[in-house]
């Protein structure tokens, strides 16, 4: 696909969903929640439309988010697996959650979880960053009201930050992955499961794999 016509190809696909349920500009606004002048320059091609955008115009137009995001150039191809996988599942087994994290090969979502995650670290070892990891994690835990091995993995990992149960690099790989948990600018939005989760459980897989 050429990446000059991604943007174009996503938004013919919601120009014609708008149309063949007579729906206008304004009444996406209002049933996605973004700004009128958000929803005009994304449709007239003079804003890079994120996951975010395509999370709640998917869920407005009743379009199934992983086809605008594959016609938005995220390459999301389905690895070969021996078993099936219940997405609908809570995912009370971590290796569930791992396997998940891997389920979907985009090796370029995986480089900016790493990429995101290195920033962090550094951001943790300032004050700023400890402050907001301690002050905004369990806030967090408590909005997303989700339960499952995922999320008791990552009150566990927090508990361990918290109680300094590691040495300092585990625990600056550790915060770092929550860090990226709570931080609202996730390269996937945390507002469906499993795939608002993708990104969170890629950061996960990736801090538990340099802990072992």
């Known amino acids: 696909m050429d990446k000059n016509n991604i943007n174009n190809y996503s938004i ?4 014609e969903a708008m ?3 007579n729906i206008n500009n304004n009444q996406l606004s209002e049933l996605t929640c973004l700004d009128k002048s958000t929803i005009s320059r994304i449709l007239n091609n003079k804003q890079k439309i994120n996951i975010s955008h395509l999370q709640k115009i998917s869920s407005a137009l009743q379009i199934p988010l992983q086809e605008l995001m594959e016609l938005e150039g995220y390459a999301l191809e389905y690895k070969p697996h021996n078993r099936n996988i219940d997405f609908n599942s809570n995912f009370d ?8 994290a891997s389920f979907i090969d985009c090796e370029s979502l995986e480089a900016n979880v790493e990429k995101e995650l290195n920033k962090y670290e550094q951001y943790l070892q300032t004050q700023e960053g400890k402050d907001l990891l301690e002050g905004r994690f369990l806030k967090k835990i408590e909005s997303i009201n989700f339960t499952g091995a995922f999320i008791e993995k990552l009150k566990d990992l927090y508990e361990i930050y918290i109680k300094r149960e590691r040495d300092i690099a585990d625990l600056i790989l550790i915060g770092s992955a929550l860090l990226y948990f709570i931080v609202s600018t996730d390269i ?6 499993p795939i608002g989760f993708l990104d969170d459980m890629i950061a996960i897989k990736l801090v538990l794999g340099k802990l072992k």
């Open 12 to 15: 013919t696909k919601i120009r």
């Open 19 to 21: 149309k063949a349920n």
């Open 93 to 100: 087994n971590l290796d569930d959650i791992l396997e998940i």
């Open 188 to 193: 996937i939005p945390d507002f469906i499961f």
